[in-house]
């Protein structure tokens, strides 16, 4: 098991910065990729950045391209998801999810964090 525990979500406006934190605790060993989801109301949960846990191997929406970006602290058990120039489409609830080595699905997810732009 990996529990996951997202913090850093908040209400800025247009153009702002955040920096969302995902602490991950448990069997952290078994952990091959972690990635930052987000939903908004009234749409599907997308896929904002994953990165592999040992290689640093990054990805990106498109949307998010240029603007975010994913890291990890692997002594802190810990990935960031520093976002800038923000906008109002980045409002969503904000979501840690872990992949480990027995699956290939992010079985391991958090609570969420709410992030909301406003103009």
């Known amino acids: 098991q990996v529990q996951l525990v997202e913090s850093g979500g908040g209400l800025v406006q247009a153009g702002d910065s955040l920096r969302l934190s995902c602490a991950a605790s448990?069997?952290?060993?078994?952990?091959?990729?972690m990635g930052w989801f987000r939903q908004a109301p009234g749409k599907e949960r997308e896929v904002v950045a994953r990165?592999?846990?040992?290689?640093?191997?990054?990805f990106y929406a498109d949307s998010v391209k240029g603007r975010f970006s994913i890291s990890r602290d692997t002594a802190k058990n810990t990935v960031y998801l520093e976002m800038n120039s923000l906008t109002l489409e980045d409002t969503a609830a904000y979501y840690c999810?872990?992949?480990?080595?027995?699956?290939?699905?992010?079985?391991?997810w958090g609570q969420g964090t709410q992030v909301t732009v406003s103009s």
């Open positions: 448990g069997r952290t060993f078994s952990i091959e990729a």
């Open positions: 999810a872990a992949r480990t080595f027995a699956s290939v699905e992010y079985r391991y």
């Open positions: 990165i592999t846990w040992r290689g640093g191997n990054t």
